[in-house]
């Protein structure tokens, strides 16, 4: 029996921020809807309620959208390990070439799409948060690995994967007791794999690997950065953040610095001005449009603010297309 398309269940696109505070840097109270096409966000779907927050299979088992030809993003993980054909897979503003055997990991708040598909043939894996909740270190090396693309570094390893992957698929399609924990073994394996493989290029942009000084704040840390890849908190201050996680603002200003070394405050400027590019390059929105939807009262502060952080104005980085000399950090 083929399982479930989960991929394709439910579809929504990303709301405009909710309200805040004004200030300089916010809009007023009662905004108007921004105008333009949103980035399409698809969430996990799943048959049961019962079922697991989990589903691997081919590109055909999963569906369509799992090699979806315009910028999207989701919320969940995705690991995808290409074996045949070509392609050019698009991760917010990097074009990864496709040379089977391919592996990628597209995080939550990611904006990917693919281009240019001839025969594109392998394995999808879906995987939402929740289901690593007793293995942070997984949950840790997926959004670490989100940020470039991996190939096998030799003939031996490729096979592994592959190897992996089907037993992964022919545990999920046969249930039975034990399912949960041996998938996570699977995965923890595959990620491990993933870890030893060649990366294609740099990192941009790579968040910061929690410490070890302090659990807690390491847990606080890692839940406020997933937390910024929801679109919808883009540009809302440290304490709406830490109204998420359930701690106080000052617990959050003294845990994320302890365990990555900078302070909330930077790391929401620094996903602020990702919004914006993938904003700026993945859709026609307006440079007014894109700032009311970060949260920016006055389209001219947004364009201060974005040449100060991208070294480029809005207009010109999308006439560039993303290309060109970022001294963002």
Known sequence: MSPPRPYDRRTRTVPARPAVAPGPATRSPTPAPATGPPLPRHDLAVPAPDELPFAVGSFEEIGPLSRADFPHRHAFYELVYVTHGRATHVIDLDAHPVRPPHLFVVTPGQVHHWQDQRDLRGHVMLCAAEFLLTFPADRDALRRSGHRSWR??????????????????????????????????????????????????????????????????????????????????????????ARRIGVSVRHLNDAVPLATGATPARLIRRARVLEAKRLLTRTDLTVAAIADRLGFADPAYFCRFFRREAGDSPGAFRRHGGKHHDPAG
């Open 152 to 241: 096998p570094r030799d003939d031996a390893q490729a096979r592994r994967i592959a190897t992996l992957m089907r037993w992964t698929t022919a545990e999920y399609r046969r249930g039975g007791p034990g399912r949960t924990s041996t998938l996570r073994a699977y995965l923890h394996l595959l990620l491990t794999e993933v870890r030893r493989s060649r990366p294609t290029g740099p990192p941009p942009g790579t968040p910061p690997e929690p410490g070890t000084r302090n659990r807690r704040a390491a847990a606080i840390a890692r839940r406020f950065e997933e937390l910024l890849g929801e679109p919808d908190l883009v540009g809302e201050p440290p304490r709406a953040y």
